[in-house]
T-cell receptor
Framework: DGGITQSPKYLFRKEGQNVTLSCEQN?????MYWYRQDPGQGLRLIYY???????QKGDIAEGYSVSREKKESFPLTVTSAQKNPTAFYLC???????????FGPGTRLLVL | KNEVEQSPQNLTAQEGEFITINCSYS?????LHWLQQHPGGGIVSLFM???GKKKHGRLIATINIQEKHSSLHITASHPRDSAVYIC???????????FGEGTQLTVNP
């Protein structure tokens, strides 16, 4: 089955710790995205990548880092510099930047 | 003021009712998207439209480019339609989406 997978479903972070959220797609999509969702707010773009080995900051990139070494993978690292990381994180992909985005099931990050 | 505004924020209906969710935007767009988010968090894309009207089953989406307004209609609503419905716009100036805050729909049996 083609689709987008995110792991883990729940992730706990200790103070001062970096954690990495996984996003994999087998849809052969060029573009991939990371969003953050907080209660009562719309999705906000963290980072996006339109092609392998290239990515751009979104609206709230501070405290996050990404890599795009392979077309199918776009991992997101939440660094210790992100002071309020508790949120629901969604990964998405699309065939190209202006086409329909397909979303993964999300990862809920909680700080201990 | 948000660039994408949805109304209402919350909507409760009885099974079988006709439902309308509205989305207004203030930027130039290349396309407008309607998304559905279920309680578990997963998001499904319902429609992408740049003009006119699209229909899929009991769902209908319309857009008026001149008025910068879109509506999502659900006919013969059912409890399984209960979800958050999100409007998002793709700007003409770039490839990114801007999202509304969502409308929480609850359909009671």
């Amino acid at each position: 089955d083609g689709g987008i997978t995110q792991s883990p479903k729940y992730l706990f972070r200790k103070e001062g710790q970096n954690v990495t959220l996984s996003c994999e797609q087998n849809l052969n999509h060029d573009a991939m995205y990371w969003y953050r969702q907080d209660p009562g707010q719309g999705l906000r773009l963290i980072y996006y990548s339109q092609i392998v080995n290239d990515f751009q900051k979104g609206d709230i990139a501070e405290g996050y880092s990404v890599s795009r070494e392979k077309k199918e993978s776009f991992p997101l690292t939440v660094t210790s510099a992100q002071k309020n990381p508790t949120a629901f994180y969604l990964c998405a992909s699309s065939r190209s930047a202006k086409e329909t985005q397909y979303f993964g099931p999300g990862t809920r990050l909680l700080v201990l | 003021k948000n660039e994408v505004e949805q109304s209402p924020q919350n909507l409760t209906a009885q099974e079988g009712e006709f439902i309308t969710i509205n989305c207004s935007y203030s930027v130039g767009i290349s396309a407008l998207h309607w998304l559905q988010q279920h309680p578990g968090g997963g998001i499904v894309s319902l429609f992408m439209l740049s003009s006119g009207k699209k229909k899929h089953g009991r769902l209908i989406a319309t857009i008026n480019i001149q008025e910068k307004h879109s509506s999502l209609h659900i006919t013969a609503s059912h409890p399984r339609d209960s979800a958050v419905y999100i409007c998002a716009v793709g700007r003409t100036s770039g490839s990114r989406l801007t999202f509304g805050e969502g409308t929480q729909l609850t359909v009671n049996p």
